[in-house]
């Protein structure tokens, strides 16, 4: 728990010295909002709740594909070698799940907020609504930081990265929209408990594996 904790405070001290990424990341979510705002708002009665939701959570996955993406790639040969003779692999992925999650958590709730005040908010369930988020956000830079890890051993690692993080990311999405559209509908909890389910299961597993596997990766 000390390398953890050791490991995301450097993680923090290391984005508030770059600050220009994390301003970059919330340039980019602001402005993509203000682009789709200045779009629907030439077309009216245009954006529905389904469109509204959809909308939303693209702009929430390429958010999370830019911001975890560089979880490994910043880090030079040298600063690994330093890591490996310091702390365990263990630490080191589950530091990074951690500190990409509250990064996720940070832009999905930004985002969220500055959202449905642009483009309105005809989410029934706001509770429910936010639990996507939390878990959509979880999950997101679980799989996106354990793709960046193998990615990072590759030459083009941005390409590696967009091909094997699509197929892990895609049924979560699916199922993260669907939990949000019975959010948006204003369903009861007990008509989402499937969703809520498989969404925690998927989040679970994917921190086990990467907890199990990226030590044999960092050994490479």
Known sequence: MNEIKTLIWKEVTLEWRQKYALSGMLLYV????????LSFSLR?????PIVWNTLFWIIILFTAVNAVAKSFSQERYGRLI????LCSPQAIIISKIIYNSLIMLTLSGIGFGIYSLVMGNPVGDIGLYLLSILLAAIGFASVLT????????????????AVLSFPLILPMLLMTIKLAKNALDGLDWSVSTDEITTLLS???????????????????
């Open 82 to 85: 330093y890591y490996y003779s």
């Open 30 to 37: 602001v402005s993509t909002v203000f682009v789709a705002y």
């Open 44 to 48: 009216r009665n245009q954006l529905t």
């Open 202 to 220: 998927i989040d679970l597993i994917v921190i086990t594996l990467s907890y199990l596997l990226f030590p044999y990766l960092w050994r490479s």
């Open 146 to 161: 354990l793709v960046a890890g193998i990615a990072s051993k590759a030459d083009n690692s941005a390409t590696l990265m």
